[in-house]
Structure formats: C-alpha cells, structure tokens
T-cell receptor
C-alpha cells in the first residue's frame, strides 16, 4: 500500500517569498514516481512536476522544484518567488511501478496555499 | 485541442437513481482513470483501465462500475446512487508506457439527495 502525507492543511505566504510545501510518502515499491498537482479555485487539476525514484537530480520546472530526499521519504515542492496566482490547493501524489494492477495515483489530502500581497 | 471532456458538468440526482458519468479523451491514451474528490480527503481512485477492453478496481470501487469498449471512452456508472456518493468526479488519462503525467478532465460535480 502507498501513503502520502501532507502535514500543512493551509499556508499563508507573502508575495515574492519562496514557499516549501511538505510531502512525505510511504511505499513498498522499489520504483515509484512522485507528482505535484495544483488545483485553483476553478477546480481543474494542473500537473506541475514529476520526480522518478531513480532520478539522480531533483526535478525542476520553471519556478517549481522538487526537493527529493529518498532516505527521508520526502518530496517537498518549492515555489520560488511566489505570485498571487499561486494561491491554490496543492496535492502531492505518487505512483508505484510494481507492475500489474492499479497504477493510478495515490494522493495526499492537500495544502491550501494563499499568497498575500 | 480538447484533451479530456467530461459530462455532465454538474448533476443533482435523487437517491436510488442510476447515473452514468461520461468521459472522452482524444489523445489516444491507453490508460484511463476515475477519481473522486471529497473535502479533506484528496482524490481517491475508483476504477482504472490500462487499455481498451480491460478494467480494474481502485481504492474505493464499491457502488461504481466502468466499461472500456474503445480507447477514447471510459464511462462511470452509479447503479443506485446514495448520498455518500456526493462528490466531484475526475476522469484522467495517461499516455503510452514511459509517460508519467496524468491528464485530468474538468470534473463532474455530483450531488445525491
């Protein structure tokens, strides 16, 4: 079984500051992938970034980076220079690659990020 | 570019009624998924299909059924709706092997009274 834990139900951050959203995970799969999605108030799910468990370097996508610490089983999302448009729910998710069966994503409960001007 | 479309956008349904949520993708993705999103619980996998003609159960399959007659369509059916099935339902798809990103539809907001 896989489990994702996001311990920050909500966060308030000043505009232009960097933000770190916490995510820890648990899995028995030797190979897995970690994802972050953004859900604005309009409701759609927007893919932000992906990290494979065997990737040597931390993933980066524009202002988003994933701080992957495999030994600690953490996959924190870092948003640099936050903007008002970053206000949204953020979900950490994982997918195991054990082969066969369900390969859908397991999601955390989310962090509600509010960027203040 | 449509990506994934879902219908209806929202629906209010009486308990006991049958309801089918529609999902269509035009990306020729093999894998498709249905999730439900409930406040404070994140998204949970209901059913999935790795390719046309095959389906499987996710984390919360009870009360739901799916079919995958072709690559593009993946309908979700509630045979006899109950109030606990009030939720937002997301359909998603993933491309060929080696592709990691799951693309999500806009969601269907379902209320069962």
């Amino acid at each position: 079984a896989q489990k994702i834990t996001q311990t920050q139900p909500g966060m308030f951050v000043q505009e232009k500051e960097a933000v770190t959203l916490d995510c820890t995970y648990d899995t028995s799969d030797p190979s897995y992938g970690l994802f972050w999605y953004k859900q604005p108030s309009s409701g759609e799910m927007i893919f932000l970034i992906y990290q494979g468990s065997y990737d040597q370097q931390n993933a980066t996508e524009g202002r988003y980076s994933l701080n992957f610490q495999k030994a600690r089983k953490s996959a924190n999302l870092v948003i640099s220079a936050s903007q008002l448009g970053d206000s949204a729910m953020y979900f950490c998710a994982m997918r195991g690659y054990s082969g066969g069966g369900a390969d859908g994503l397991t999601f955390g409960k989310g962090t509600h990020l509010i960027i203040q001007p | 570019i449509a990506g994934i479309t879902q219908a209806p956008t929202s629906q209010i349904l009486a308990a006991g009624r049958r309801m089918t949520l529609r999902c269509t993708q035009d990306m020729r993705h093999n894998a498709m998924y249905w999730y439900r999103q409930d406040l404070g619980l994140g998204l949970r996998l209901i059913h999935y299909s790795n390719t046309a003609g095959t389906t499987g159960k996710g984390e919360v399959p009870d009360g739901y059924s799916v079919s995958r007659a072709n690559t593009d369509d993946f309908p979700l059916t509630l045979a006899s709706a109950v109030p606990s099935q009030t939720s937002v339902y997301f359909c998603a798809s993933r491309g060929l092997a080696g592709s990691n990103e799951q693309f999500f539809g806009p969601g269907t907001r379902l209320t069962v009274l």
